[in-house]
Structure formats: structure tokens, C-alpha cells
């Protein structure tokens, strides 16, 4: 028979190696998290947004988020569908569209920019869990990308950042604009932004539109010439929106 000692000694090796094996997947699971899910629900100070032209590039490090994300409003107001081609980054505009190309792999995907971040360390992009998987990153959580700003896919979503395929004004429009404040599947979302959007004093309003053969309600605030369209633009971001200035088309 063990001596009482022994016994006793024992027990307290079978709880330590217990406890380590707990913190482990403790650890493991934080950082599954933090490279599957780099989002952050509290406000934070976003850097300059910047209006690239066509064939702007950057280089760094992607993540992807979905669950607990999917459902949830993005950025622009449309709900993040995480089985969609879409994406966060901090500074370029809403609509932008992106070449993604996995520099492990050399997979590439397109994406729409519909949201913000991420904002964990130096990363530069937050891919939908589609895109993720598009260029084979979903196991290893980050990896490291290229970004290449391209024209809008022909029949898609996107106006309104540098690569817009939105035909200039004719000559009686030149030089007025709206500011764009969301684009929606659904109308009653589209509606309730703008309602918002009046409640903090401006002309809002809903208009439906054909994108890549679907149905979508663009969400527009009067602005006027370049000057109060930037103007109009500059408040409504202090109260919390995200837009751009989209050519008047009548």
C-alpha cells in the first residue's frame, strides 16, 4: 500500500496536470478567436479615409471574421452576411472593391468593402468567412495578402469609392452631388436609416435601384455642389454615419 504521503503527493500531480491542460485550451481557444473574429464592438477612432484610384495596392496581414458577426449590421448598414464576398477595412470607402491575394498560396478572391477594421495590431483587412475560404486561410486564421484597388465587377454593387462605375453627370448635373449613406437588400432598412438620418436634420431619402440583377434600395442625402456635398459628408460622419458623395442623376 502507498504511504499516506505518497498518495497525498500524487493527487496533487493529478490536479496540477489537470489545471495546465485547462489553461491550455483556454489559450488556444483566445487565440483562435482573436485571428477568426478581430472585431470590436466598442467605438474607436478610426484613421483618415483615403479615396485611392484603381491599381492602389497595400500589403499585410488579413484575418477573417463570421460567427458571432453574421446577421449583425456592418459598417455601411447592410447586414453582414459572412457567406458573402465582402470586407472591413479601416480607410477606404464603402463600395471599394479589392483584388485579395493570399501571398502563401497565390489564391485570389474579390471582395466589396462593406465594413470596418479590423482593429487587432497591424492587420489591414477582415475577410467574410467566403472570402476566407476563397484563397484557403480559414485554418491558419491570418495570413499574409496583397491588396489591389480594382473597377467594380460589371452588374455589382459599388459606386461610389475611386473605382466607380458610375457614369459622370450630364452637363446640367455636373458638379452636384448626393452623399451616399447605405445600400440595402431589404427596403424597410434602407427606411429606417433614413429616418435616422432625417432625425439628425437631413434630407434623406430611398431609391431603388438594379445591381447585379438584384434589387437594391440606395439610401441618399441631399448634398448640392462639391463644396456643401463635403460639407454635408463631414457632419454626418461626426454623428455617426458612413458615406460618400455619389453624382446626382436627376
Not at 470590436?40 to 483618415?48: A, D, E, I
Not at 470607402?93 to 502563401?104: G, I, M, Q
Not at 486561410?137 to 473605382?163: D, F, W, Y
Request: glycine letters at 12%.
Amino acid at each position: 500500500m502507498l504511504a499516506q504521503g505518497e498518495t497525498a503527493a500524487r493527487l496533487a500531480a493529478l490536479v496540477g496536470i489537470r489545471q495546465r491542460t485547462l489553461m491550455l485550451a483556454v489559450l488556444l481557444a483566445c487565440l483562435f478567436v482573436a485571428a477568426c473574429g478581430s472585431r470590436q464592438t466598442t467605438r474607436v477612432k478610426l484613421p483618415p479615409p483615403i479615396n485611392p484610384r484603381v491599381g492602389w495596392t497595400q500589403v499585410g496581414i488579413a484575418s477573417w471574421y463570421g460567427p458571432p458577426f453574421h446577421g449583425r449590421p456592418a459598417s455601411n448598414g447592410e447586414i453582414y452576411d459572412m457567406n458573402e464576398l465582402t470586407a472591413a477595412h479601416k480607410r477606404l470607402p464603402f463600395d471599394s472593391w479589392l483584388r485579395v491575394k493570399n501571398l502563401s498560396n497565390g489564391k485570389t478572391t474579390q471582395v466589396r468593402i462593406t465594413d470596418r477594421g479590423p482593429f487587432v495590431g497591424k492587420r489591414i483587412i477582415d475577410l467574410s468567412k467566403a472570402a476566407a475560404a476563397d484563397i484557403g486561410m480559414l485554418g491558419s486564421g491570418v495570413t499574409k495578402v496583397r491588396l489591389t484597388l480594382i473597377p467594380p465587377p460589371k452588374g455589382s454593387a459599388g459606386s461610389g469609392a475611386a473605382a466607380s462605375g458610375v457614369k459622370p453627370p450630364n452637363r446640367r448635373q455636373a458638379g452636384r452631388f448626393d452623399v451616399q449613406i447605405g445600400l440595402f437588400k431589404q427596403r424597410d432598412n434602407a427606411n429606417a436609416l433614413a429616418a435616422k438620418a432625417r432625425s439628425k436634420g437631413h434630407r434623406a431619402t430611398v431609391r431603388r435601384t438594379t445591381e447585379g440583377g438584384s434589387q437594391r434600395f440606395r439610401v441618399l442625402v441631399a448634398g448640392g455642389n462639391a463644396r456643401k456635398a463635403n460639407a454635408r459628408l463631414r457632419r454626418l460622419r461626426q454623428q455617426g454615419f458612413e458615406g460618400f458623395l455619389h453624382p446626382r442623376r436627376g
